[in-house]
């Protein structure tokens, strides 16, 4: 013990000195902005538009100086695994249009600011970004609570913020002026669950939701619009903490069976995460429950399979198209986008993309769309993107205004689960 | 070339040394530079990014002062700070964002809301302790969150609250970057100055000393169950406060941010800090920059994060600030020849005469009573009882009982451990308890001081029954005691220590010490110099401002003594106060006794040194098993045959006195000069030191095969440091050791246990949670030979009958001296070439010292060797053959035992006075 402490002396000077001079380094390293992964792909140098594997440096080359957008997001920490489906469409988003030419000749450069999924970082990593990268837009955050916090820094500051996450009724009334949510809320989501439910003539459904708002204002909504039709929509009075994927829904589970059995509907709308959908579609199976069991947007995504694919067997859900675009018919709009993307994406990393993906990719193919009008200019990109009208985006389509900051309403398609794999059903817009 | 490599290593030393002496020196000049260069460096470079992280790196500097608050100072392992930062946060949030309140106010009612929670759950919470309170202060951050996501239409639930407006003072807004992060900094250096003041404190004090032993303080008079509660509101009052901040900075709020992650960030924090209120500036400030500067490195930042982190607990456990503590001032000040009171900031107490350094250390231990005592007597409004009770006294006009003990008993299960004992002692008197060990002697101690619960029976202090009192009340009406096994607070200085026994006569609260009020530092200063006195009464001002811990044991028991002495008692119960000391220290000792009576207060003593009892008392009661045998005047007990028979031993009796029974001389089985036996042990020139202080300078000698070797010397001679050095917890500097022929220099404690050494260390060191048999066990664990061990410990058993009466049971219910014999049948049993014996007699009643020795010798003759440190020199001289006398840190005279009996110059030497002319060695 006594032994250690003389030790320690020496020690004292060392470790305070290393320690002095890993702040320093990470200082002078976030004061230059030279640690971002930045990514910028250099056209191929002949222009020939064949070439399938564009190089990738850290060093712009094109003549015009490079655009840079930010992206903030959970890198590491609890929301980390969406975020690693974000920064692949995002890479595969700014590989194809720097290849492409970039924008007017300008590379796109994405600045990455990871939240490490903490408020506080969050709010610093937009400043960050607005402040001392200069970035032209920001992409992200994903997380609700740090929209909140992020959003009064962009707005301050006047920066374009596209953010991955599902817009509030607030939101909708009275959108920031900088901040646009691109990707869809409740209201596309009830939009479809009815579409789903009119198809296969249920008159009397059943709903059930976890504490998720876009799914409790999902099914409030469909509520209503589904009255309007003659279709009876009882939503149960059970629910629960989507927060913990741990979670054991044993008991939430029994709750539903016996809740579903008394109101006797045709088809549950079971409105969970893809985490918990399994575990509860396989307890409700062992209570007797037999009806039809219809699955939220966010059960769209391949981690549905992760406890096994036969507890998930059957279910139905709304999804985009680009789960597995080659089966869309034909004459599905934007199917062209859906299939390159689709493509494109199995082929860069070996497995089909999945929605959150698409967050990403539509994001910087939204503020691409607005730059090729804008130029360089905070103030008219944010005017170039409320322009946009009917862009194919993999999410959907998108229309934006001055009022309506959502852009995308709708790009679910019908899906059923079969044997571990999402096989389509129907187009529902 | 090698000139000029030691020119350049010299050079760099002395670059290191300036670094340092700037940053250990003058930490205040340290902490002026630190808020200078927080106000100016956003002017001089202004990153918005950088103000945002140092804005966050803020708010967490008023988490981790919360932190340091509750778990660095007042002990308590609470993780309620996120919990309390939330509710800070969400009280601003909803106040604001719901109903309009305007921001300042919510700033004050989100810190209020907070210290209320803490004040609620506080009291039954604080009753856990360790990681009980650990998960209990966890389980209060789940019920927060539960609350939060359970009741949205007020927060928002999981998806938080937003917009919060910008915080207004007096109409400015605070609402850009700079003035943000000044904003939160005010409040942080605000914070951590009135904390700085309100921990110099009574109040720092008192978290400290319940930190550490909730016992001790108790029976100094301290309420711990409210100065837990006041720890905890005060922490959870700054953690409200920054989450009040941090609600306003971010401008939103989510669940997520006040789980228990935030609450092990600050944690970290301190620690990485190095547990200092400053220190946590820097480890907030370094975490923070970590934590957000390498974010863009993506992926890694959390590798780095953990890296740096592991670094800091593996080489730097103490914290960054932590490894500049008190030794390295001590060799800044050695190196750079600067004064004392330069380097550690304070002046030095005590003017002129402690400066006179250590060449009057000797002298000192010898008060001028009158002179040395005269100041103690306390300013007679302090103490209108022992006033009067010294009035009374010199008028002699009455012997009225102040303490009675009426018909107590006490009962441990089935073992009754007092049996109706009653006894009165009168106000002024010295009253002496003896008694064999384990008749009871603590345990009545306890019952006084309302640490033990009577069975039966009333206690009567002053008047006034005290049976149903709690310790803190008992203490402060006017009774201070001492431990027999130490209970100093080792978090603090001996200053700090006595201080805290000056707790019952201040008033002071935290907003007085915080903000320096006129009266809390007139209050102050008299404590300081009631604790100079009580320190200069026992010689220990030398060492005022050393850490209490680094004393040597019998130092820390006048340490004690002081403490009790500080609070001015009516009552002092001293439980064996002359344990460890040696005749010099033992007579001063009985001097100030002496002195503390002639004060009018009146002493009760646990003691074993019949000589100090019989010379010293005015009235003895003897204890056996529990039930008083005898009673009255010294001579009179003395003669009691009944006393005689249990205690004192018929050869007391015949006034044989400290010459205890020898079955052999040492001479008589010992082999003239020529055909000396060869050494098992050879210590040869070994230096050892603490950090930069070296305590011993090359110490020689050896231990011949079958022989004892007393080591004799003054407290703090180095004595228990040369035997932690040959049993490997100590490693030497310098020098070698080499047992039986084989260099065991520098090997592990465990690999010098297995060849064949084995200690018995000062304070026994039990393993008090297991039962004997496995006490001993334990201490069989790495002999070579397992199948020995069912002979040695029938031996064992054989040798101390007690230990096998009570093997099953747990070593912490014994007696000190069955504790002492338990920690010898541990060495033994590891079937030891050569014991290490550590002051075996300590703490031991007579009949027990002479049982103990004659095993000694029974062992010796059956060829053990050993090597005794002991400071009854005659006892250790009568049964050594050999016998070594340090005197700080060298050999200062070596010789047969025989010779060196006779010899003046060790009784001058050993009896601690100082030695004129240097004693040279002889061999």
Not at chain 2, 252 to 261: D, E, W
Not at chain 2, 382 to 408: C, D, F
Not at chain 2, 504 to 528: K, N, V
Request: charge should be neutral; hydrophobic fraction near 45%.
């Amino acid at each position: 013990m006594r032994a250690g402490r003389r030790r320690q002396g020496r020690w004292v000077v060392l470790i305070a000195g290393v320690l002095a001079v890993a702040l320093g380094v990470a200082v002078l390293l976030a004061g230059c902005g030279g640690t971002e992964t930045t990514t910028t792909t250099t056209p191929p140098a002949t222009g020939s538009e064949t070439t399938t594997t564009p190089t990738t440096s850290t060093e712009p080359t094109a003549d015009a100086p490079t655009i840079k957008i930010g992206h903030l997001d959970s890198i590491s920490g609890p929301g980390a695994a969406a975020a690693s489906s974000i920064v692949d469409g995002l890479d595969l988003a700014v590989e194809k249009i720097n290849a492409a030419g970039g924008i007017n000749g300008s590379m796109l450069e994405i600045v990455t600011v990871d939240d490490g999924s903490d408020m506080g970082k969050a709010a610093a990593g937009a400043t960050k970004l607005v402040e001392q990268d200069k970035v032209t837009a920001i992409l992200g955050p994903f997380v609700p609570p740090f929209g909140m916090a992020v959003r009064q820094i962009t707005e301050k500051a006047e920066v374009p913020n596209l953010m991955f996450i599902s817009a509030m009724p607030d939101d909708l009334a009275q959108p920031g002026a900088w901040t646009f949510h691109t990707i869809q809320t409740f209201d596309a989501n009830a939009a479809a669950l009815l579409g789903i439910v009119r198809a296969h003539g249920f008159k009397k459904v059943a709903a059930v939701s976890d504490q998720v708002p876009v799914h409790v204002l999902s099914l409030q909504m469909l509520k209503e619009e589904a009255a309007k039709e003659g279709i009876e929509v009882t939503i149960l009075p059970d629910t629960w903490e989507a927060s913990d994927p741990n979670m054991n829904m044993g008991p939430i589970s029994n709750k539903i069976a016996a809740s579903t059995k008394s109101a006797d509907p045709e088809a549950l709308l079971l409105q969970a995460t893809a985490l918990q959908v399994g575990q509860v579609m396989k307890n409700l199976q062992t209570q007797g429950i037999t009806v039809p069991i219809i699955g939220s947007p966010a059960a769209a995504h391949p981690v549905l399979f992760a406890m096994g694919p036969e507890q998930v067997e059957g279910l139905i859900v709304p999804g985009p198209g680009m789960l597995d675009a080659h089966a869309l018919p034909d004459d599905y709009p934007g199917k062209d986008v859906l299939v390159d993307y689709f493509d494109s994406f199995t082929a860069k990393f070996g497995h089909p993309p999945d929605f959150m993906s698409g967050y990403g990719y539509d994001g910087l193919y939204l503020i691409a769309e607005g730059l090729k009008t804008s130029g360089d200019d905070r103030a008219k990109l944010r005017d170039a993107i409320e322009g946009i009208k009917g862009f194919n985006g993999v999410l959907g389509p998108f229309s934006f205004s001055a009022t309506d900051h959502v852009g995308v309403h709708g790009g679910f398609v019908e899906w059923k689960v079969e044997g571990g794999r999402f096989v389509f059903v129907r187009t529902l817009d | 070339m090698t000139v000029s490599s030691t020119a350049a290593t010299e050079k760099r030393l002395e670059v290191f040394d300036r670094v340092r002496w700037a940053l250990v020196a003058r930490p205040v000049a340290l902490k002026f530079a630190l808020v200078a260069v927080l106000v100016l460096w956003p002017l001089a470079y202004s990153s918005l990014y950088g103000l945002s992280v140092m804005t966050t790196a803020g708010l967490y500097v008023l988490v981790v002062v919360s932190v340091h608050v509750i778990l660095g100072e007042a002990g308590q392992l609470s993780f309620g700070h996120a919990t309390f930062y939330g509710i800070g946060a969400y009280s601003v949030g909803v106040l604001a964002v719901k109903y309009g309140v305007p921001t300042l106010l919510c700033l004050v009612a989100g810190a209020l809301i907070a210290s209320l929670a803490a004040l609620v759950v506080g009291r039954p919470v604080l009753r856990l302790k360790y990681f009980y309170l650990a998960l209990a202060t966890i389980g209060l951050g789940q019920i927060f969150a539960v609350v939060v996501s359970q009741t949205p239409s007020l927060t928002g639930g999981a998806m938080g609250l937003a917009p919060i407006p910008d915080l207004r003072i007096l109409g400015y807004a605070f609402e850009g970057y700079e003035s943000r992060y000044y904003l939160v900094w005010v409040f942080a250096l605000l914070v951590l100055l009135f904390t700085e003041k309100v921990l110099k404190s009574r109040v720092g004090r008192s978290f400290r000393a319940v930190a550490t032993s909730e016992t001790a303080a108790a029976t100094l008079g301290v309420r711990t169950a409210n100065w837990k509660l006041l720890a905890f509101v005060l922490s959870a009052a700054y953690a409200g406060l920054a989450g009040g901040l941090f609600a306003f900075v971010t401008g939103a709020i989510s669940p997520a941010s006040f789980s228990f992650n935030a609450a092990l960030l600050p944690v970290i924090m301190m620690l990485v800090g190095g547990r200092s209120l400053w220190g946590g500036v820097l480890g907030a400030i370094l975490m923070t920059w970590l934590l957000n500067g390498l974010s863009g490195a993506q992926q890694y930042s959390g590798l780095v994060y953990t890296i740096v982190l592991l670094l800091l607990l593996l080489f730097l456990p103490a914290g960054v600030s932590g490894g500049l503590r008190h030794e390295h001032r001590s060799w800044l000040r050695a190196r750079l020849g600067l004064s004392r009171a330069a380097v550690s900031g304070v002046p030095s107490p005590g003017g002129p005469a402690s400066e006179a350094g250590s060449p009057a250390a000797g002298s000192a231990l010898v008060p001028a009573t009158g002179a040395v005592v005269g100041p103690m007597r306390p300013p007679l409004s302090a103490i209108p009882q022992a006033a009067t009770a010294v009035a009374r006294k010199r008028n002699g006009s009455s012997v009225s009982p102040l303490l009675e003990i009426r018909g107590v008993s006490v009962d441990f299960g089935g073992l009754r451990a007092v049996n109706d004992v009653s006894l009165v002692v009168v106000e002024g008197s010295i009253t002496a308890i003896i008694g064999p060990n384990g008749a009871g002697k603590t345990t009545l101690f306890n019952v006084i001081t309302r640490l033990q619960r009577p069975t039966t029976g009333d206690i009567v202090f002053g008047g006034q029954s005290i049976t149903g009192e709690s310790a803190a009340a008992a203490a402060r009406l006017g009774m201070a005691r001492t431990f027999q096994n130490l209970r100093i607070f080792p978090n603090m200085t001996v200053l700090e220590n006595v201080l805290v026994g000056c707790h019952r006569h201040e008033r002071s609260g935290i907003f007085a010490a915080g903000l320096g009020l006129p009266s809390q530092r007139r209050e102050e200063r008299r404590s300081q110099e009631r604790a100079q006195e009580a320190l200069a009464l026992m010689g220990l001002e030398e060492h005022a401002h050393l850490p209490a811990a680094a004393l040597p044991y019998g130092r820390q028991r006048l340490v004690e003594i002081a403490r009790a002495l500080a609070s001015q008692p009516r009552l002092l119960l001293l439980d064996e106060p002359a344990a460890g000391m040696n005749g010099a220290e033992r007579s001063a000792l009985v001097e100030r006794i002496a002195a503390i009576r002639e004060e009018g207060v009146t002493v009760l003593l646990v003691e074993h040194d019949i000589e100090l009892v019989m010379g010293l008392s005015d009235a003895v009661v003897v204890l056996d098993h529990g039930s008083l045998i005898g009673q009255g005047a010294p001579e009179q007990v003395r003669a009691d045959p009944a006393v005689i028979e249990a205690y004192l031993g018929v050869r007391r009796a015949e006034g044989h006195d400290r010459t205890p029974p020898r079955a052999v001389r040492p001479d008589a089985h010992r082999p003239d000069g020529s055909s000396a036996p060869s050494p098992l042990l050879v210590v040869g020139d070994v230096r050892t030191a603490y950090g930069p202080i070296e305590a011993l300078h090359g110490v020689s000698l050896e231990v011949p095969e079958g022989q004892i070797v007393a080591v004799l010397g003054a407290n703090g001679a180095g004595k228990s440091t040369l035997l932690y050095t040959i049993s490997g917890a100590l490693k030497p500097t310098a020098g070698r050791i080499e047992f039986a022929g084989q260099d065991v220099t520098g090997l592990s404690a465990p690999s010098v246990a297995s060849l064949g050494i084995r200690q018995v260390p000062e304070g026994r060191r039990i393993f008090t949670s297991l039962n004997v048999e496995d006490n001993l066990l334990m201490g069989a664990s790495g002999r070579p030979d397992r199948a020995g061990y069912e002979d040695d410990l029938a031996f064992i058993y054989d040798l101390f009958p007690i230990l096998a009466e009570r093997r099953s049971q747990p070593a912490r219910t014994l007696s000190g001296g069955q504790q002492q014999m338990l920690a010898i049948g541990r060495a033994l049993a590891g079937g030891p070439r050569l014991l290490l014996l550590d002051e075996p007699s300590l703490g031991l009643a007579p009949r027990l010292v002479e049982h103990i020795f004659e095993s000694l010798v029974k062992l010796n003759d059956r060829g053990l060797t050993m090597l005794m440190v002991e400071q009854n020199a005659e006892l250790a001289l009568s049964v050594a053959h050999h016998a070594v006398v340090l005197q700080t840190g060298t050999v200062a005279l070596a010789g047969p035992a025989a010779a060196l009996r006779r010899d003046d110059r060790v009784r001058e030497c050993y009896l601690g006075q100082v030695a004129e002319r240097p004693l040279s060695v002889s061999r």
